[in-house]
């Protein structure tokens, strides 16, 4: 709201004002966590080993027929969630918290919604930029309020509002 009350009626965004928006990013991030635009991925394992009674043997990855071996053991499927809702790394992780995102953030690789080290999303920034860029732009044309605002979330296959997060705007 600072950069909105800052800013003429038809003035820009600048860079500058971009890089103040560390709340509005931590919020974005949170929203990410809850809901990963990106659900998982296959990995393959390097070594044998054994994981909760399950034998994982070292295998190749191809993957055009991934899925089909993921049922058969010798590749593994990652998810998002499984890291993002982990009680070891966020604390009461069913709870919308955007301070999470602040100070020294969590751990590394506990927040993955890009991906991470060299396999990471190269449009990561282009998204941050995207998503600071409308939140600025609704909060400075509109006031908005939900239709149902105790909405319960399904998964099929995505975390989705049951009643598809219906909203009122109205322009300031």
């Known amino acids: 709201m600072e950069i909105v009350k800052a800013k003429g009626p038809n ?19 949170e929203a990410m966590r809850l809901a990963p635009p ?14 909760a009674g399950f034998h994982i043997p070292k295998g190749g990855m191809n993957l055009h027929i ?26 009461e992780p069913e709870k919308f918290d955007p301070s999470r995102f602040q100070g020294n953030g969590p751990t590394p690789y ?9 396999r990471m999303c190269p449009g990561k920034e282009y998204a941050r930029f995207e998503i600071l860029v409308f939140l600025h732009n609704v909060v400075k044309k ?25 909203i009122l705007l109205h322009p300031h």
């Open 66 to 91: 991934a899925y089909k071996y993921v049922f058969e053991s010798l590749h593994l499927y990652w998810s998002v969630n499984s890291t993002h809702m982990n009680p070891d790394y966020f604390l």
């Open 110 to 118: 506990a927040f993955i919604p890009f991906g991470g080290g060299p």
């Open 38 to 51: 990106m659900q998982g991925n296959f990995r393959k394992a390097l070594s044998d080993f054994t994981y």
């Open 142 to 166: 509109f006031k908005w309020e939900t239709v149902f605002p105790n909405e319960m979330m399904k998964v099929d296959p995505l975390p989705t509002p049951a009643e598809g997060l219906p």
């Open 11 to 29: 003035e820009l965004l600048t860079w500058e004002d971009m890089q103040k928006m560390r709340y509005s990013w931590a919020a974005a991030n």
